[in-house]
């Protein structure tokens, strides 16, 4: 009778005492156990367990935790569709409105869709295309598409990669093939996989191509670097020799090909599929209600930029004005002109973030200390006044720094606005529901976009053409009809 353990700490406690019981014996002495080695030995003390497991409760557990249900994804598409409604509220005639609200309608559709959908990608030469068509002699298969991708990691860059991976994410499932220990490259797209909640099973093919106990190492690499979830495959082994000796004494010899290896991989995908077929269609139909509503969202986004974009520049120009034409330190700039109360309220009309006068003035007061307190106020009249050293005229003009200084800091608060406007779900109720880390990251970021020597220098150009005498009575005149 064959009992079989099934205990893997136990015999991988026995196997890794074993080991080292023969590395004590063996000290200092040249060993080879077998045909295997010393590192079959350890491989089959230590590792044994893992190679001889074929119940997919890794593809499993990752589709447990991914709490799905009909319920949540139609509430998912519900929530895109809110978006597209409100894309259509502020462009009636948006060129993308019917292609959004075409996949809608698709997205509820694949609530009920039974094919399940396979993705077979990775690198080249690793054997996709035949383990597809060793796949498809299955009968159990029936019900499941397997799709080749184009292959990862070509020379024209991450771009390539990144469309595949966009392709890969409409699948419900993902055969992620290597044909040896993973790469770095390899290993971060399947961190990718993974973090895009993309169920995926890692195929180490070709492994008849190894000798048995580098098969096994690299087996056993495997599974501890992705923590199991690993099967491995001959989708096409290596012909081999066969011999035959005849009662005569003649001998008959040809080559015979053996019939693929991949009872493991079938075994694994067949339970899974069976179990769960339903949760894996959710996932994917949850997956793609998040890219539309992402893509309805950048939409919408570019619509608001193009009515923001006026008002920023309207305000920043205000700002040089009111500074260059009354210069005053840089505090009071801070609070009177580069972060005005007024604009807050007028992006915020633009983004569904409706702000009373008082909370919109507690917000300006806010970016306000927050600019100060990340020393941009100084970094940017340091820079200002650098590139207006090269010009001898302008940069001993009263006021000229004050108020470049004032407007590059009035439109630096409104992009970083906008930034953080985009990024939000709800409209905010007051000023202090500001995320205030959020935002300090976004005035950085912006702040640092807006860095670039070459950038500097044109808005410092443009700027100076706004406050030369004859343009500085216009922007007056427009400051006094604004506040009055």
Known sequence: MVVKLQRPILVGGLGLSFSLWMLDSWHDSIVQVGEFGLLSALAVGGGLWLFQQNRPKDSLKQ????????????????????????????????????????????????????????????????????????????????????????????ETGNNSDAAVLAEVAKSDFVLFLTNGDL?????????????????????????????????????????????????????SPIAIKVRKHEADGAVQEWMEQPTADIQQLTQHLGEVFAQQRQRLVWVTTMRKAGLLKAEAKNWLNGTRRDRATPIIEQYQWIAAAAAFANPVPALDILATAAINAQMVMDLGNIYQQKFSLEQAQTVAGTM??????????????????????????????????????????????????????????????????????????TLQKVFQQNQQIGFLQGFVKQSVKRLLPEVQQVEVVGIQKAVG
């Open 183 to 235: 790469t770095d490259s390899e290993f971060q797209t399947l961190q990718q996989l993974k973090a895009a909640n993309q169920p995926t099973i890692l195929v180490f093919n070709k492994q008849d191509q190894y000798l048995a106990d580098e098969s096994a190492s690299i087996l056993l690499s495997l599974k501890q670097r992705m923590q199991g979830n690993v099967v491995a495959t001959a989708a």
């Open 368 to 441: 306000g200390s927050l600019m100060l307190k990340l020393g941009l106020v100084e970094l940017s009249t340091k820079a200002i006044s650098t590139v207006l050293k090269s010009n001898a005229v302008t940069f001993v003009a009263g006021g000229v720094v004050q108020g470049v200084s004032a407007a590059y800091l009035t439109r630096v608060a409104g992009l970083s606005l906008v930034e953080y406007f985009q990024e939000q779900e709800i409209a905010i109720d007051s000023g202090t529901g500001l995320n205030l880390e959020n935002l300090r990251q």
């Open 63 to 154: 589709l447990d935790d991914m709490l799905v249900d009909r319920a949540t994804v139609e509430s998912a598409i519900a929530k895109t569709e809110t978006v597209i409604n409100q894309l259509a509220q502020e462009s009636e005639n948006h060129p993308a409105l019917q292609t959004l609200r075409e996949q809608i309608t698709q997205l509820l559709l694949e609530l009920d869709r039974q094919e399940i959908k396979v993705a077979v990608t990775g690198g080249k030469s690793v054997g996709k295309s035949t383990l597809i068509q060793a796949l498809k002699q299955i009968e159990t298969q029936n019900l499941v598409s397997l799709e080749e991708t184009t292959p990862l990691f070509r």
